[in-house]
């Protein structure tokens, strides 16, 4: 594997690259995941600082040592006033005449704040430049998404020796979690959705004091955070025997399921691939039943861009992990979802999560 160094030097590069082509001088990066991913740094409080010259990581005291040791690339700025006045100082250090800026993470408030320090510079916003390098994962990523996959896998393996009657759905949350975090994981990638009986209907359904009792259904969507990177998956097991609309209800969730990664290829735009589930789905009529989009790619974020969705214009392309999660929902009855992340690779998709999707009565 490569070392980090030359892994963030490649980034920067690329980044650079984009910044030549909108005609930018420089960028400040403020959101946590851009800087984690141009960087390597994983404190909470800083801002990068890149022009086609310089890439500075400004920071205060308590990270100083923190980003000497991860961002290997990178100059460490400490200020000790204000990270306003320290960016302003770098500016007209560096003469910068147009910078970017995340626009979808800047507050107003500090814009004007810029606006007022920075005199003649110009702020341009980046219109996602850094998320659609995000996008394709290296091979450095994929085997770091590849373990956050394999952590969850295993702790639904765990779980379903101890889900059982009286058990209520805020401790089957609890010992997922628990469990994720002893197998190394940072913790989970998002707050763990336990919906049992009819509150399967509820796609996010946050775990209850409810207990889960004998023909309940039981949907489960938890992740890992393993080194930063997300994963996120979601089984339906059934306690008991379930009802035969349930039954029927799980089949054709499966079968939308299989047949969307069978066609989730490279070239197709997110939009294709979502309807490839949901004609299955509203053949069935169940038109009014799944009423949220297919999937979405995983990364340092749990949502990233692009969606597989009605909406999802984005062609895929190779080195996407995609999430493939169709369900039906009805009330007064409960829910059936499915997930795995893929990974996008020409026209074979590969599957990442392992566990098992044939139906399971507990």
């Known amino acids: 594997m490569q070392d980090f160094k030359s892994i963030t030097d490649s980034r920067i ?8 082509e909108k005609d930018l001088d420089g960028a400040l990066i403020t959101k946590r995941e851009n800087y984690i991913y141009l960087s390597g740094f994983t404190g909470t409080s800083a801002v990068l ?18 980003a000497s040791q991860q961002a290997p690339s990178f100059k460490i700025e400490q200020y000790t006033g204000s990270m306003l006045a320290a960016l302003e100082t770098m500016i007209k250090k560096f003469s910068l ?34 998320e659609r390098l995000r996008a394709v994962k290296s091979s450095y ?31 089957i949350a609890s010992e997922l979690e628990h469990f994720i975090k002893k197998q190394g994981a940072k913790g989970t990638s998002f707050d763990t959705i336990v919906a049992s009986g009819e509150r399967a209907s509820m796609p996010h359904g946050v775990a209850s004091e409810k207990k889960v009792s004998n023909g309940d259904v039981i949907t489960m969507d938890f992740g890992a955070l393993y080194k930063e990177y997300c994963s996120d998956m979601t089984r339906t097991v059934f306690l008991g025997q379930p009802r ?20 989730a290829h490279a070239g197709k735009t997110g939009r294709e691939i979502d309807r490839i589930a949901r004609d299955i789905i509203y053949s069935n009529g169940y038109n ?49 979802r499915i997930e795995d992340i893929i990974l996008i690779n020409d026209d074979k998709p590969l599957i990442l999560t392992s566990s098992p999707k044939e139906m399971i009565i507990l």
């Open 244 to 263: 035969e609309e349930l039954k029927k209800i799980y089949n054709i969730v499966l079968e939308a399921q299989l047949e969307a990664i069978e066609g």
């Open 288 to 336: 009014n039943n799944f009423g949220h989009g297919l999937g979405h790619c995983v990364g340092l974020e749990i949502h990233e861009e692009p969606r597989l969705s009605p909406m999802g214009n984005i062609q895929m392309e190779n080195g996407m992990t995609v999430t493939v999660e169709p369900g039906i929902y009805v009330e007064g009855l409960g829910g059936v």
């Open 141 to 171: 990523e994929l085997e770091i998404i590849k373990e956050a996959v394999k952590i969850a896998d295993r702790a639904f393996d765990h779980i379903l020796q101890y889900i059982k009657p009286g058990v209520s759905e805020i401790e």
């Open 49 to 66: 600082v890149i022009t086609q010259k310089e890439a500075v990581l400004v920071t205060d005291f308590r990270y100083v040592t923190q």
């Open 97 to 130: 005449s147009r910078i970017g800026f995340e626009e979808e993470v800047v507050s107003y408030k500090a814009y004007t704040e810029y606006k007022s320090k920075f005199g003649k510079t110009e702020l341009v916003p980046l219109e996602g430049v850094i």
């Open 13 to 20: 590069s690329s980044f650079r690259h984009k910044l030549k």
